[in-house]
């Protein structure tokens, strides 16, 4: 009997060596250890045995038999089962890859590009970076910046109101801001002379986007608060400024032009190399009525103001087209301002 044993565990073990899938091991598993498996078989001849140790021996040997099949199916499944998952995991696997090829690092956007780069630019020139918050008060974008209700000007900007009631009741009197402007207010109340900053800032007006406008976009403010400034410092400030961003070859001017907050106003262009002229923003001395607004007195303080949109500071550098161009996240584009 110790021989119909052994054989019957030897086949067993053979058979779960190659057994192939999952379903294999469940159908031996069925045959080998059910009642009419071949050592079950074999357990049922027992009573035959004459002798008590024969009988304990044959059953021992049964019993480690049986155990050995046991084991043996639970090693071939868990093989099975992990083979089994590996290929489900490589048959429903995903190429998640958006750019095949030399792995490169992102950069900075156009517009941010030109803003870092303007700083740069005039903290060389002296200036220090401030700023200012973009949901601003009536009085700080407009009353403050001589601009009171009702000003014509004020209707040029076209603005973006919060839905917002002031303590005391009033409506409208929240609103994105529409220029970086009021962070010279700011400056000047929270600041004592002399003051030279730049302030950089996103901006929001009620405008259709088109080749040259958006209604987010970006300005950079500039601010001189000192005594005895007058327009051959702006000028001057000006002339070093395009230098120093465009290149030695590029110069400036200075056209008449208002604003309500300077006076005299003017706006200034550049020269390209070619000989041709481009606008590039308004500036100023400092009109009175924003240095009395800013807590200063007119009479011991003097200064000017510029200002320029960073987009099409960007737009002009690059020979951008389209200023949408560099809001629609084309890669296309976008890579090649690394």
Known sequence: MLTDITAARDGALADIEVAATLDDIAALTS???GKKGDLAQIKTRLGQLESIDEKKSAGQAINDAMSAVSSA?????AVLAADALSARVEAERLDLTEYVGKPTRGHAHLVTQ????????FIGLGFQVAE????????HN???LNMGEGHPARGEFDTLFVDHVTPDGKVGTTLLRTHTSPVQIRTMIESEPPIYIVAPGRVFRRDTPDATHMPVFHQIEGLVIDRDITMADLAGTIEAFTK???GSDFTSRLRPSYFPFTEPSAEFDIQRPDGSWI???GCGMVHPNVLRAGGLDPEEWSGFAFGFGIDRMAKERHGVEDIRDMYTNDIRFLEQFS
């Open 114 to 121: 030109a803003w870092e780069r303007l700083e740069d630019v």
């Open 279 to 281: 606008e590039l923003g």
């Open 31 to 33: 045959r080998l250890l």
């Open 132 to 139: 200012g918050p973009e949901v601003e008060t009536d009085w």
């Open 244 to 246: 120093a961003f465009f």
């Open 142 to 144: 407009f009353e403050a």
């Open 73 to 77: 199916l639970d090693d071939r499944r």
